[in-house]
């Protein structure tokens, strides 16, 4: 099947894009790395009568501190991220995260942006914008507007996003120095959707005990989860054994992940918990 016939727009500032979807009367679609889009297009699950290409866009791009936070813009591709020093330093769970990101081809072309407004509920980097209490930058052709990322995910490939709007940025608080963070996930092969994957960004006193901890998980829900009975376990605690169990045993108040042929439901809740004592174990010592 091929793409029914479209316009094509390529705009150099984000007023002119916003600009063009709303003279298309919302029969539009954006488009930077289409690494979504385009076998949607392909297999006509989408048939948007303009697209515009936000690539071009020097405003959307970019990797910088700004004040406080690390400031991605949303047409950033994936390999930026991972080659990013300033990534490495001021926001290491994105660093680890990203090597798992599907493969070398779509890291190369899909975005930071896209991946966070397609919202797929076993990709990597919505989970870990919620980790990293995220903040989206969305502007729409009336105002811009700054969303937090546990607010952002509402349920399946469904976003705060309204019609016409567009993801600018993605600002990620600094990383402060007794930041420790782990990041894995469990998958058939590496580059495929993961069964469950998890990502933890915790900071650990000099006494080694938990002074903050968030921990997310994907591919066990609609949405990217919070951990937040886990997490409430282990704060003001150290990291022992007993503490990461007792952490792995609260999951059940957490998660309730659905079953599919391949994974059953108690298999994934099983893996769940799998992992999160391996990432916490990580977490004992500083890297």
């Known amino acids: 099947m091929k793409a029914k016939a479209f316009d094509y727009i390529r705009p150099l500032s984000v007023d002119e894009a916003l600009l063009a979807y709303q003279g298309a009367e919302s029969d539009a679609c954006y488009i930077a790395g289409g690494q979504s889009l385009v076998p949607s297009l392909a297999l006509r699950l989408q048939a948007p009568g303009l697209l515009v290409d936000i690539a071009r866009i020097d405003e959307l791009h970019g990797i910088a501190v700004v004040g406080d936070y690390l400031r991605i813009g949303a047409t950033t591709r994936h390999c930026e991220i991972l080659s990013s020093d300033l990534v490495r330093r ?4 994105l660093a680890e995260a990203a090597p798992f990101v599907a493969h070398p081809a779509i890291r190369n072309k899909g975005t930071f942006g896209g991946s ?8 990597e980097f919505p989970a870990m914008a919620l980790a990293l209490d995220a903040v989206i930058e969305i502007a729409s052709a009336d105002e ?32 402060a120095p007794a930041t420790r963070c782990a990041f894995d996930e469990l998958a058939r092969r590496r580059g495929d959707y993961a069964i469950v994957g998890c990502g933890v960004n915790a900071q650990i006193d000099e006494d080694g005990r938990v002074e903050k901890m968030r921990i997310a998980f ?13 997490e409430a376990t282990l704060l003001g605690n150290p990291l022992t054994l007993g503490s990461i169990r007792q952490a792995q045993e609260a999951l059940a108040a957490d998660l ?16 769940a918990r799998v992992l999160l004592g391996r990432l916490l174990g990580r977490l004992e010592e500083p890297a």
């Open 90 to 93: 001021h926001a290491p769970l």
């Open 256 to 271: 309730d992940p659905s079953g599919d042929e391949q994974t059953p439901a108690e298999m994934r809740m099983h893996l």
């Open 144 to 175: 811009r507007r700054k969303v937090e990322a546990a607010d952002f995910f509402l349920d399946l490939y469904e976003t705060a996003l309204q019609p016409g709007e567009l993801i600018i940025a993605v600002h990620v608080p600094l990383a």
């Open 218 to 230: 994907f591919s066990v829900a609609s949405t990217p989860v919070r951990a937040r009975t886990a």
């Open 116 to 123: 966070l407004a397609l919202a797929d509920p076993a990709s």
